[in-house]
């Protein structure tokens, strides 16, 4: 079993930024694919941001060139920086591994509003 916690969430002007934090009770990240999702209200989850255990990552058109996922294997983290924030990003961000089974943390929110 393993276990997810999400930080950073909050809310932000847009045009701000944030940085989400992902922690792992095991340290699994830098040999498994991890990732965030997000779920806006009356909408279904979706793929926001994926990263390989070799490094490689993925992004959901809608963030390219806006958002970054890490990994910082030291501190046993998934980390998603958020620039050019916009009203449509807001959402329950979920950090996500697959270690063999999905494993999915509790959600952070995330609120663009000004």
């Known amino acids: 079993q393993v276990q997810l916690v999400e930080s950073g969430g909050g809310l932000v002007q847009p045009g701000g930024s944030l940085r989400l934090s992902c922690a792992a009770s095991?340290?699994?990240?830098?040999?498994?694919?991890s990732g965030w999702y997000r779920q806006a209200p009356g909408k279904e989850r979706e793929l926001v941001a994926v990263?390989?255990?070799?490094?490689?990552?993925n992004y959901a058109d809608s963030v390219k060139g806006r958002f970054t996922i890490s990994r910082d294997n030291a501190k046993n983290t998934v980390n998603l920086q958020m620039n050019s924030l916009k009203p449509e990003d807001t959402a329950v961000y979920y950090c996500?591994?697959?270690?063999?089974?999905?494993?999915w943390g509790k959600g952070t929110l995330v609120t663009v509003s000004s």
């Open positions: 996500y591994l697959y270690y063999y089974i999905d494993y």
């Open positions: 095991r340290r699994v990240f830098s040999i498994s694919t």
């Open positions: 990263i390989t255990s070799g490094g490689s990552t």
